[in-house]
């Protein structure tokens, strides 16, 4: 299977968050700058992992996203279909 970079950048993000779960939210800015990423890609990919509900947003000073789950009940193929689709 081959994935776009929707796909990777988004495993990669994931893997941020599974890493800080338990710890509170997670600012994507963190996760832009940890992974190398775009900030506006990074906003479009978890737009699409909230709406699947992976995630969860919480807004403020200390805001940022978390799992709604813990890691180990989250699939790779989850995250996948999230952001490229069935």
Do not use: C, W
Request: charged fraction near 25%; proline fraction near 3%.
């Amino acid at each position: 299977m081959k994935l776009s970079s929707r796909g990777h950048y988004g495993l990669r993000a994931m893997i941020e968050l599974a890493n800080s779960f338990g710890k509170g939210p997670v600012a994507l800015a963190g996760i832009a700058d940890q992974e190398k990423l775009s900030m506006a890609y990074l906003e479009q990919l978890f737009a699409a992992l909230k709406k699947s509900g992976l995630v969860e947003s919480t807004r403020g000073v200390r805001g940022g996203y978390e799992l709604t789950r813990k890691p180990s009940q989250v699939s790779v193929g989850e995250i996948v279909r999230a952001l490229e689709g069935p």
